[in-house]
């Protein structure tokens, strides 16, 4: 697939506060079409305020959030989800007692068309409509590589597997970006591979971009096209992964002077 190029999405000047906390001073972030684009930072640095911000769920004092040019500011969060913001949180999300199926199947609800009426009386739209939904959620079932598992109660499965389902739910929307939270935080070597490689499929096989939150840096170093580094609500640095590890900023801020681990993780 060709990548395009552009900015999809766009934080201009964002400055959010709780009490006496400035989670957000001034922030911008571009996110160019696909790309894969990292958000680094200490705990507490305003990385998930940030994504909060791109999603609607906190609302900045001033600046601007931009969505494929469009300003989207005034958006609520399920009108940004159903534009194509999708995204996956911290921790799990997931309904324990329904199937690895069901729970994607829920990622359809807010794209269902015709509301009460249709479901009750199953109107041939709706029957349609249903039927869509099967096969694109059997499709995203093969590429999670969840076929085993399609019918088991995810309550039962591995960490890992959840939030394998959390991604699928996810992508049921057919985002035009997908914006994660920590998706690896949790998860075994093994698990943080799996879905490093799914971040990159969904780059390239479906064109989406991903902007997530990493903490472990040989990942962030190895999938990412661009790293925005936050510290204490501001942008630090911001570049492609050689860059941002040769910052002295970063350097001095992130990692507390261990250059080392920064620089093998860029080798
Ligand atoms: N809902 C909230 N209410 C009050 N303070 C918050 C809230 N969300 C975040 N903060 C504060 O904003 C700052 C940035 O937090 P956060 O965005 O969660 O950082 P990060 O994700 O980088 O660890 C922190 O000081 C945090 O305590
Ligand atoms: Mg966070």
């Known amino acids: 697939m060709v990548r395009e190029s552009g900015a999809i ?37 305003g990385k998930s305020s940030l994504l909060n911000c791109l999603s609607g769920f906190y609302r900045p004092y001033s600046g601007s959030v931009l969505f494929k040019g469009a300003d989207i500011s005034g958006l609520s969060p399920p009108e940004r989800a159903r534009g194509g913001i999708g995204r996956t949180f911290q921790g799990i999300q997931t309904y324990p007692s329904m199937t690895v199926r069901e ?52 309550g039962g499965l591995s960490y890992g597997l959840r939030k394998q389902v959390d991604l699928g739910r996810a992508l049921a929307l057919s985002p035009s970006i997908l914006i994660m939270d920590e998706p690896m935080a949790g998860m075994s070597p093994e698990e ?62 992130y990692l507390g002077g261990d250059e080392e681990t920064l620089a093998e993780g860029a080798a």
């Open 192 to 253: 943080k591979g799996d879905l490093a490689r799914y971040v990159l499929d969904i780059r390239d096989r479906f064109g989406i971009p991903v902007v997530l939150v990493e903490h472990d840096m040989d990942v962030v170093m190895d999938i990412s096209d661009r790293v925005t580094v936050l510290e204490f609500g501001a942008v630090i640095a911001d570049g492609t992964p050689a860059e941002v590890a040769a910052d002295p900023r970063v350097i001095a801020a």
């Open 103 to 154: 729970n994607i199947l829920t990622g359809f609800h807010p794209r269902m068309k015709g509301g009460v009426f249709h479901a009750l009386f199953r109107t041939p739209a709706s029957i349609r409509q249903e039927e869509e939904f099967a096969t694109k959620a059997e499709e995203i079932i093969d590429f999670l590589e969840l076929e085993e598992v399609r019918h088991s109660p995810v």
């Open 9 to 45: 999405l766009e934080a201009r000047d964002l400055c959010l506060r709780f009490a006496a906390v400035e989670a957000l001073r001034s922030v911008s972030l571009t996110v160019e079409a696909g790309s894969v684009h990292a958000l680094i930072g200490p705990n507490g640095a």
